[in-house]
């Protein structure tokens, strides 16, 4: 089952603007990860939050994390077409060992 | 070292027979995922090691799907008498123990049934 939802299902917009995408989860947490997955490849990870930390910078990626609402939400700054892909959260429940994908957000960066 | 390697990338296969993928981690990590992604859909869970060891199981895995992880190094996951809805992409990660470190992807097998 997957634990992760990611909102919106899908998002276009304009080089340049900021996208904002977000994932809410059912059960406790040891760390968050964001993945992006171009048409048809693997995912490539983007950044890991820690459930002791609220918000996390790498590059043009802003991640924040808040585990009373069980959400997070992974901001693009100044989107390229380059960043036209789909995006997973990914959740580690502290009961388990692995860790549950959303159903992604597909992001459109148009030219 | 540069990452995930899976092989091969892509598998046309005729239902009824077997196939085989083999998934090479990033050398240092010693836990390593098999995951099946669908289109418009997440990576979904199938199995993980530990070293050599098949540690969990996801309980949609099927019993003509066996994974393998001999001497804690790469892994194998072969699916026996395939079916249409065997089509998918197979996904391997790789990861450090403990937790709290990234898990690293391959570029994934997809595999068509016809």
């Known amino acids: 089952s997957q634990q992760g939802e990611e909102d919106p299902q899908a998002l276009s917009i304009q080089e340049g603007e900021n996208a904002t995408m977000n994932c809410s989860y059912k059960?406790?947490?040891?760390?968050l990860q964001w993945y992006r997955q171009n048409s048809g490849r693997g995912l490539v990870h983007l950044i890991l939050?820690?459930?002791?930390?609220r918000e996390k910078h790498s590059g043009r990626l802003r991640v924040t994390l808040d585990t009373s609402k069980k959400s997070s939400s992974l901001l693009i700054t100044a989107s390229r077409a380059a960043d036209t892909a789909s995006y997973f959260c990914?959740?580690?429940?502290?009961?388990?060992?692995?860790?549950?994908f959303g159903t992604g957000t597909s992001l459109t960066v148009i030219p | 070292d540069t990452g995930v390697s899976q092989n091969p990338r892509h598998k046309i296969t005729k239902r009824g027979q077997n196939v085989t993928f083999r998934c090479d981690p990033i050398s240092e990590h010693n836990r390593l995922y098999w995951y099946r992604q669908t289109l418009g859909q997440g990576p979904e869970f199938l199995t993980y090691?530990?070293?050599?060891?098949?540690?969990?199981k996801s309980r949609l895995l099927s019993d003509r799907f066996s994974a393998e992880r001999p001497k804690g190094s790469f892994s194998t996951l072969e699916i026996q008498r395939t079916e249409q809805g065997d089509s998918a992409m197979y996904l391997c990660?790789?990861?450090?123990?403990?937790?709290?470190?990234?898990?690293?992807f391959g570029q994934g097998t997809r595999l068509t049934v016809v």
């Open positions: 090691f530990q070293n050599e060891a098949q540690l969990e």
């Open positions: 939050i820690r459930s002791n930390e």
């Open positions: 059960t406790s947490i040891n760390n």
């Open positions: 990660a790789s990861s450090l123990m403990p937790m709290n470190t990234e898990a690293f």
């Open positions: 990914a959740t580690d429940p502290n009961t388990g060992n692995q860790f549950y």
